[in-house]
């Protein structure tokens, strides 16, 4: 089936302008999480939706940053007022339920520069 | 907090050479170690993970409680090995991932 799909492969911004990226997981995949994958800082774990239940937004790195996830599908993440250290690439992954024992499935990814 | 150390940013071998890609970590509890991997222009994808003590293409990867690490090892590498290799974690109860920054492993002919 259809894995992990993100919207836009690649997105260029100006410093200061919004942006928004958008994950479609794995249909039946009850939790979803974002990372952020930049150069010298590795991959870092953003936030993460589990059904209904409240997001842990424990490792967004701003009030910048923020997410929102629909009828337990699709999610968006918002970054406002974009900052040149905000240029990664941001990765959405699913998994079928919140145990660590369930794999996770990465997106694409979305690569984002601010210019 | 949690942390995950890959000490080596590039791990340069020829075929038919073992490999060892190092993993440490400092956790108080109980962690989950994995070993994830990314073939160039590929996604993410989990390759082992502890709790299955299973072989995957040849990689075996040990926990070792006492010294803190759960290194990735295959005896003899081949070429479609190279690719960028994360060790990561999660907490006990707690699914979300802390990874290393990676090691890139390049098998040479």
């Known amino acids: 089936g259809a894995g992990v799909s993100q919207s836009p492969s690649n997105k260029v911004t100006e410093k200061g302008k919004d942006v928004e990226l958008r994950c479609d997981p794995i249909?039946?995949?009850?939790?979803l999480y974002w990372y952020r994958q930049s150069l010298g800082q590795g991959l870092e774990f953003l936030i993460y939706?589990?059904?209904?239940?409240?997001?842990?937004k424990s490792g967004l790195p701003s009030d910048r940053f923020s997410a929102e996830r629909t009828g337990g599908s699709v999610s968006t993440l918002t970054i406002q007022r974009t900052q040149q250290e905000d240029s990664a690439v941001y990765l959405c992954?699913?998994?079928?339920?919140?145990?660590?024992?369930?794999?996770?499935?990465f997106g694409p990814g979305t690569r984002l520069t601010v210019t | 907090a949690q942390r995950v150390t890959q000490p080596e940013k590039l791990l340069s071998v020829f075929k038919g050479a073992p490999v060892e890609l190092k993993c440490n970590y400092s956790?108080?509890?109980?962690?989950?170690l994995f070993w994830y991997v990314q073939y160039s222009r590929q996604r993410l994808q989990l390759l082992l993970r502890h709790i299955s003590r299973e072989s995957i293409k040849g990689f075996t990867a040990d926990l070792n409680k006492g010294e803190t690490s759960f290194h990735l090892k295959k005896p003899f590498a081949q070429e479609e090995d190279s690719a960028m290799y994360y060790c990561?974690?999660?907490?006990?109860?707690?699914?979300?991932?802390?990874f290393g920054k990676g090691t890139m492993l390049l098998v040479s002919p």
């Open positions: 956790y108080s509890g109980s962690p989950e």
């Open positions: 990561a974690l999660s907490r006990s109860g707690y699914s979300t991932l802390t």
């Open positions: 939706f589990q059904g209904n239940s409240a997001p842990d």
């Open positions: 992954a699913s998994s079928l339920s919140d145990s660590s024992s369930y794999e996770q499935y």
């Open positions: 249909s039946g995949h009850t939790a």
